[in-house]
C-alpha cells in the first residue's frame, strides 16, 4: 500500500492510501498486542 501511495503523484490519493495503510496497520497491532490463552500443562505425580 505504501509504494502504491509513494508512485501517486496527486496529493489526495496519497493521503487517503496512506490513511488507509495506517488504519490497517493499526487494526493489526491491535489485533496482536491482545493476551492469548496459553495451554497449560498440569503435572500430577
Known amino acids: 500500500m505504501l ?8 496529493p489526495v ?3 487517503r492510501r496512506a490513511r488507509a495503510a495506517l ?3 493499526t487494526a ?3 489485533e496482536c498486542a ?12
Do not use: K
Open 23 to 25: 488504519r490497517a496497520w
Open 34 to 45: 491482545r493476551p492469548v490463552d496459553q495451554p497449560q500443562v498440569i503435572v500430577s505425580g
Open 28 to 30: 493489526v497491532a491491535r
Open 13 to 15: 490519493p496519497r493521503v
Open 3 to 10: 509504494d502504491q501511495a509513494r508512485r501517486t503523484t496527486a
